[in-house]
């Protein structure tokens, strides 16, 4: 198994562009999500999905889109980039078998981004 | 309501020292406490969790020591190695721990 992997690892940007980053998992886990983390603050979620077709938001959703249309496929689109997107963004997945579970999420590796 | 604190923010301890890391939360309905280990460039990576029901969990040099009155949790390395070197985060969820709420971090340095 591969895991959770993202690409790309890294990305630069103009202010005013827009890109998706890519999130894939093997594991065939119902719950995906993705992150943010920035210096001193921890990671942020920002999306999250709990299955195909069925996404929502997190603590800091604005500036970014997501869609779920298989369960190995998590894609966020960044409609407008901003300087205050520079971060670096990593998507987790996990399974959602229930209480008695690890509970465990798995990280991807990152895609660290910067806006000009 | 949702937001875990960390304590220290960075670390320095010698080899074979006791790392200890504390982390407090206000949502009492939070139900899932696990402690994340991350080395530079790569991914945040579960090292281990525990639950409201049990004070104490250890899995090798690593113990969680979980305070549910004082809403407080805290992370014990013992025998500290140099590496164990890496940020670690505490983290809080409700329900089947899906979505988590990290606390900002501690940097971790063991000397040599």
């Known amino acids: 198994n591969a895991g959770v992997t993202q690409t790309p690892k890294f990305q630069v940007l103009k202010t005013g562009q827009s890109m998706t980053l890519q999130c894939a998992q093997d594991?065939?886990?119902?719950?995906m999500s993705w992150y943010r983390q920035d210096p001193g603050m921890g990671l942020r979620l920002i999306h999250y999905?709990?299955?195909?077709?069925?996404?929502d938001q997190g603590e800091v959703p604005n500036g970014y889109n997501v869609s779920r249309s298989t369960t190995e496929d998590f894609p966020l689109r960044l409609l407008s980039a901003a300087p205050s997107q520079t971060s670096v963004y990593f998507c987790?997945?996990?399974?959602?078998?229930?209480?008695?579970?690890?509970?465990?999420?798995?990280f991807g590796p990152g895609t660290r981004l910067t806006v000009l | 309501q949702q937001q875990v604190k960390q304590s220290p923010q960075s670390l320095i301890v010698q080899k074979g020292g006791i790392s200890i890391i504390n982390c407090a939360y206000e949502n009492t309905a939070f139900d899932y406490f696990p402690w994340y280990q991350q080395f530079p460039g790569k991914g945040p990576a579960l090292l281990i969790a525990i639950r409201p029901d049990v004070s104490e969990k250890k899995e090798g040099r690593f113990t969680i020591s979980f305070n549910k009155s004082a809403k407080q949790f805290s992370l014990h390395i013992m025998d500290s190695q140099p590496g164990d070197s890496a940020t670690y985060f505490c983290?809080?969820?409700?329900?089947?721990?899906?979505?988590?709420?990290f606390g900002p971090g501690t940097r971790l340095s063991v000397l040599p």
């Open positions: 594991m065939n886990h119902e719950y």
């Open positions: 987790a997945s996990s399974s959602t078998s229930g209480r008695g579970s690890n509970n465990e999420q798995f």
């Open positions: 999905s709990v299955g195909a077709g069925i996404t």
């Open positions: 983290a809080a969820s409700l329900g089947y721990g899906q979505n988590f709420v």
